[in-house]
T-cell receptor, first 111, second 113 residues
């Protein structure tokens, strides 16, 4: 079983829609959770990170962690065509430990 | 700052050939790492370094060597290329190993025939 599972999509939504991206994981020791955005033929860039359970908001983006269900989400409000990219989740048990990445979800926002 | 740079951008090798993927950063980051990205597998850590002279293995180290003689450079060597090493390789750096943001390079697309 993979450490981190992520639906690869592809996901296609109209401009302005609310997008929900999700990952599940099996290791209950994971405490640090990150979301990366990767444009085509580019390296990933960090969008948000959270520690333990709860929500974190940054502009149109909200990251949510539910440790009891081993489930994390990234919500994008008022989606824009510039949000079209692959979104990767990543998580780690301890600061200083290896991060485990999901396979990424491909998102297209249609104008 | 140029950030994290990788060369070459593309490379085609024959089975059994060796080569070095170059990675450099100008942000004075201590922590550097190499990942490979394959369809359906996500990013997997190959090797990492917590500072000059110190390297360690990640999740998929077999067939690869690294060294870290300076803070800026972290080359990845393929000893004897195999078709299974066809992938996109990313180098990343950060101040530390924790929640410090990892800055990724643009990647090297490697095909082994």
């Amino acid at each position: 079983q993979k450490e981190v599972e992520q639906d690869p999509g592809p996901l296609s939504v109209p401009e302005g829609a609310i997008v929900s991206l999700n990952c599940t994981y099996s290791n209950s020791a994971f405490q640090y959770f990150m979301w990366y955005r990767q444009y085509s033929r580019k390296g990933p860039e960090l969008l948000m990170y959270t520690y333990s359970s709860g929500n974190k908001e940054d502009g149109r983006f909200t990251a949510q962690v539910d440790k009891s269900s081993k489930y994390i989400s990234l919500f994008i409000r008022d989606s824009q065509p510039s949000d079209s990219a692959t979104y990767l989740c990543a998580m780690s048990a301890h600061t200083g430990n290896q991060f485990y990445f999901g396979t990424g979800t491909s998102l297209t926002v249609i104008p | 700052n140029a950030g994290v740079t990788q060369t070459p951008k593309f490379q085609v090798l024959k089975t059994g050939q060796s080569m070095t993927l170059q990675c450099a950063q100008d942000m004075n980051h201590e922590y550097m790492s190499w990942y490979r990205q394959d369809p359906g597998m996500g990013l997997r850590l190959i090797h990492y370094s917590v500072g000059a002279g110190i390297t360690d293995q990640g999740e998929v180290p077999n067939g690869y060597n690294v060294s870290r003689s300076t803070t800026e450079d972290f080359p990845l060597r393929l000893l004897s290329a195999a078709p299974s090493q066809t992938s996109v390789y990313f180098c990343a750096s950060s101040y530390g190993q924790g929640l410090d943001e990892q800055y990724f390079g643009p990647g090297t697309r490697l095909t082994v025939t």
